[in-house]
């Protein structure tokens, strides 16, 4: 009986794996990765907007599980995702995210709601900011 009790433990162990990381979306190629301020940089300076970015997590939608911030250094890229929905307490790990910058425009209603007279009357201008869509990621 304590041969067969034993089995069953090292399989049950064989079997959980490692749960150090997770793959959500498609599944991307890590070894390209460069860090956001590196990618970012480029996107910038050439226009090159697909990429493989790495950081750590530093927020995430607590809401869907549909968006994170990676930082890397003093930058800090927002990444959303459509496809998929990533756990909500991984802030603090590592993760790669496969994907394309762009340029999104806020306007300034949209940057006022929610805010006071007083706040809302200092916005004048849309807000022109760099995101990035990721169609894959990896949390480690």
Known sequence: MKPIIYS????SL???GDNSSNTFGEKIDTT???????A?????????AD????????QVCTG?????????GGTEQFVGFEKFTVSKDIAGRQSEAAGRFY???????????GLSKEEADKITEPKV??????VGIVVR
């Open 32 to 38: 390209k990765a460069v860090t956001v301020d590196v």
């Open 129 to 134: 900011s760099v995101q990035f869509k990721a």
């Open 8 to 11: 069953l433990i090292v399989l």
């Open 103 to 113: 340029r999104d425009t806020q306007s300034v209603e949209a940057q006022r709601e």
């Open 51 to 58: 990429a493989v970015i790495k950081g750590q997590i530093s």
């Open 14 to 16: 064989f079997a959980c």
């Open 64 to 72: 869907e599980g549909c968006w994170y911030t990676l930082k890397h």
């Open 40 to 48: 970012l940089k480029a996107f910038e300076s050439t226009g090159q």
